[in-house]
């Protein structure tokens, strides 16, 4: 029978929840790495016993573990990130030049074919590789050697690569996102990126269809169709039919169109759930009322899911990389909280259950899918 | 023999309990201890001084004998009851933060 194990990054450490397929009862093991901000955890598809996860301190600085049996045992790989070549600058808040200066990894996405080769998504955003279990990390510096880097400025969060999306098709296709500059492409395993976000509107940069500068906040495809792309920008949820060359809004019904996480159904591909907060000042649910709102339609006409979901007085946030979906039939979705709460629906959204209500504030959420 | 404590998270990341004793190679500086500190147990480095600057992290100071040391040269000689090993060399985080 299949079971999930779904991987949680908090700010105080990292936690496994684990279930039979019903996704009824639920196993809490953690916290791992006490004490520590977890930004993600990651599970390689080539290997689901091999585990990434990003630790990280403002005393400390950056730590990588590896687990090689499903998060049972931990251990530090390389933290060593290094720029290639000349940092140089990007703008600061105020517009000024400032330096490139590693602060953390955000994103650890385990590359689809094998389970010692996986991308670091880092701030300041850069994009970095290991092939070698995590001991190593290179810079791919095509990506902040585009041009456009001068003019990449960090959102309230940090300059941050947030999202790595590898094509499962196509090993030298990869999409990914930082805040705030945008989305880029690469078509040759990350020598050259291109910005993706023809379509994007920002009013709150001086140009507000510019090739760069759009605070993006997740990207999501289903597997079997990466030429479509589901967005959460700052304000606005978006979706491009051709691989990120031009984008058009789906925010329809939406109560409000501000939000960080974004993702797809996995048995089915116009199926896009996001989470609704009120504004960029006040990152809440509107009305205190916490909602996913589903498409069926890719886009446009949203429903809102609250069955289960706590519809008064609820005042938390759901960031960017805090919801997954597992691969079984009917799809399981997640997302956490930055009230600790871990929510999951075993159908599609219709209905929710808290898997646990109390953890620390909420950084992460991803599931793995197990024969 | 050198006397060196550690953080606690440090010490949990390293599985080190209580004090590190390490024999240092030379004359007993602020690099030389961190040097062989790092070299018995690799996960620590990056963890108290900058990978690239070789500098302490900001939010981590240096005392030993009840003095300061942190902004020494780290190339200056420690003191010599820390050389002895009758007191050791702290490394502590700031209390900061939540």
Not at chain 1, 58 to 72: A, K, L, N, P, Y
Request: negative net charge; contains cysteine.
């Amino acid at each position: 029978m299949s079971k999930v194990r779904v991987l949680v990054g908090t700010r105080k450490g990292a936690f496994t929840l684990t279930s039979d397929g019903k996704r009824e009862h639920w196993n809490v093991s953690g916290p791992h790495f006490a004490g520590w901000e977890i930004y993600h955890v990651k599970g390689s598809p080539a290997d689901p016993n091999r585990l990434y996860a990003s630790q990280s301190s403002g005393w400390f600085g950056q730590v990588i573990q590896r687990s090689d049996d499903g998060g049972e045992t931990w251990a530090p790989v390389g933290n060593k990130f290094i720029y290639e070549g000349i940092a140089g600058t990007h703008q600061w808040y105020d517009g000024t030049p400032h330096p490139w200066e590693f602060k953390r990894v955000w994103h650890l996405e385990p590359a689809p074919g094998d389970p010692d080769s996986v991308y670091a998504g880092v701030e300041d955003a850069a994009f970095f590789k290991s092939t070698d279990g995590g001991q190593n990390w290179q810079e791919l510096p095509g990506l902040r050697g585009h041009g456009s880097g001068p003019r990449w400025q960090p959102g309230a969060g940090g300059m941050c690569l947030h999202t790595i999306l590898p094509d499962p098709g196509n090993p030298e296709r990869i999409f990914i996102a930082i805040s705030a500059a945008g989305a880029f492409r690469t078509n040759d395993a990350g020598q050259t990126w291109q910005p993706i976000n023809k379509g994007l509107f920002s009013e709150y940069i001086p140009e507000p269809r510019a090739e760069v500068g759009h605070c993006v906040h997740r990207i999501a495809f289903h597997k079997s169709r990466p030429d479509v792309l589901f967005m959460q920008k700052h304000w606005d949820v978006m979706r491009s039919d051709d691989a990120g060359d031009s984008w058009r809004e789906i925010s329809g019904n939406l109560p409000t169109d501000f939000g960080f996480v974004i993702d797809v159904n996995t048995n089915e591909p116009e199926t896009v759930y996001v989470v609704p907060i009120k504004s960029d000042r006040e990152h809440y649910p509107p009305e205190g009322k916490l909602r996913v709102y589903r498409s069926r339609e890719g886009g446009d006409e949203w429903e809102a899911l609250t069955n289960g979901l706590p519809q008064s007085n609820c005042y938390v946030n759901v960031l960017r990389d805090a919801m997954a979906v597992d691969s079984l039939d009917k799809c399981g979705v997640y997302f956490g909280t930055t009230g600790g709460q871990v929510y999951a629906s075993s159908n599609g959204g219709d209905t929710w259950a808290p898997i646990v209500r109390d953890l620390p504030a909420v950084l992460s959420v991803e599931v793995q899918t197990l024969e | 023999m050198i006397r060196v404590y550690l953080p606690g998270h440090l010490r949990t990341l390293a599985q080190i309990s209580g004090e590190v004793e390490l024999e240092v190679n030379g004359q007993v500086t602020q690099r030389s201890v961190l040097d062989a500190l790092e070299l018995r147990y690799p996960m620590l480095k990056g963890t108290i001084r900058d990978h690239v600057t070789g500098q302490r992290r900001a939010f981590l100071r240096f005392f030993a004998c009840q003095e300061d040391l942190s902004h020494e040269s780290p190339d200056a000689p420690l003191p010599d009851a820390v050389v002895s090993g009758a007191e050791p060399f702290l490394v502590v985080g700031a209390i900061a933060g939540g």
